[in-house]
């Protein structure tokens, strides 16, 4: 065994640790946002709610009051679940945004467990970068834990950039975690060599920004799917239904569902240019490697279906009739084919793209 091999073997070794202690830390923080939820007090939507219904969540009865030579029946107060379009009188979050300090604490715990956790998977992903003396995007694991880094990375800069979106880091460590006990199980490969069509500049190009978009539109998803939940738990308030214990609970602390909307909106919208560029980048790339530039290759085909989705979700959402719970949904569809064009492609069909190494 040569100096330079044992070297590598090692750097691939200090990759995996990194990665196992990068689950380590993110299961800590999962607790800790578990504590924040449970702890942090309800957003301004929530406390409205709990004040205009009884605690058993029961319609607040109308109220008769006598009046001069008769009496009248006054209606229930209404239950103002919505915030109307440009306030910013409902604060986003779990409701430790400005409200309980021992909310707040855990949730500062947890962010500060994300942002540790995030360090160190991006050196695990740096050494495994420089043990195989490539770039990290060769097969499925290594896209795996880069794709699960950027992901947190958008999620830790939005924050940086003072977006309230604390709501977002329980469901992104729980995916996250999902994902890195997928890439260390069954995705797992061991350092290599890539073939000799990935041997090109327009892999740092193409692939870099497959993933950032992958990622940003992961963001996009869990907006979206929050947003039907929320949807549906306020359309019941509204109408005097009597949610769940635990659907109250976990509802109350979310943002309102028009935030929730707007975000699912903007980060959809602005990643999808990017997206459009990735193809168009991953066409020259073929044009290079194979001398064609588009042949309806599966991962061509799927990323092309993802392409038209995302359009068609884009347009709904300026469509009136199409806005709210429809385009939600075709968000979520194109969120679906981008999956499909990842973990279905590469593992169930064959064709030019076929690097899944499993």
């Known amino acids: 065994m040569t100096l330079a091999t044992a070297t590598n073997e090692h750097l691939a070794n200090i990759s995996n640790t990194l ?41 607040t009865p109308a109220v008769t009051v006598k009046s001069a030579g008769g009496t009248a029946v006054l209606d229930r107060p209404q239950v103002v ?12 979050g779990p409701g ?23 360090a160190v998977e991006a050196a695990g992903v740096v050494a495994r970068a420089l043990s195989v003396q490539r770039a990290p995007w ?51 490969t061991a350092s290599d060599q890539l073939v000799p069509a990935l041997h090109s500049y327009w892999l740092y190009i193409h692939v870099s920004t497959a993933i950032l978009c992958g990622a940003v539109f992961y963001v996009g998803a869990v907006g979206a799917l929050l947003y039907l939940f929320k949807d549906s738990y306020e359309n019941k308030l509204a109408t005097g239904g ?20 707007k975000f699912s909106y ?41 392409w038209v989705a995302y359009a068609c979700y884009l347009h709904a959402r300026a469509t009136a009739g199409w806005k709210g719970r429809k385009a939600a949904y075709i968000a979520l569809i194109a969120f679906a084919c981008w999956l499909f064009n990842y973990y279905g492609v590469n593992i169930f069909v064959s064709g030019k793209h076929s690097y899944a190494g499993v």
């Open 96 to 118: 430790a945004h400005g409200g309980d300090e021992q909310g707040d604490l855990y949730g500062r715990i947890a962010v500060s467990l994300t942002v540790l956790a995030f």
């Open 242 to 261: 009597q949610p769940g214990r635990f659907a109250t609970s976990v509802m109350e602390r979310l943002p309102a569902s028009a935030s929730l909307d």
């Open 138 to 188: 060769g097969n499925m694991y290594e896209f795996n834990i880069t794709f699960s880094t950027v992901a947190v990375g958008v999620y830790l800069a939005l924050l940086a950039l003072k977006k309230n979106i604390r709501w977002l880091g329980l469901p992104l460590v729980t995916t996250v975690l999902l994902d890195l006990g997928l890439a260390v199980t069954v995705l797992y």
């Open 81 to 92: 679940t919505r915030s109307a379009p440009g306030a910013r009188d409902v604060p986003d």
């Open 266 to 306: 903007r980060v959809n919208a602005a990643v999808f240019p990017l997206w459009t560029f990735t193809i168009i980048a991953g066409a020259i790339w073929a044009g290079d490697a194979w001398g064609r530039y588009w042949g309806w290759d599966p991962k061509e085909t799927w990323a092309f279906i993802t």
């Open 19 to 59: 990665i196992y202690s990068a689950m380590a830390v993110y299961t800590l923080a999962f607790f800790a946002y578990i504590a924040e939820w449970l702890f942090g007090s309800r957003s301004k939507v929530g406390r409205t709610a709990a004040a205009l219904t009884h605690k058993t969540g029961a319609k």
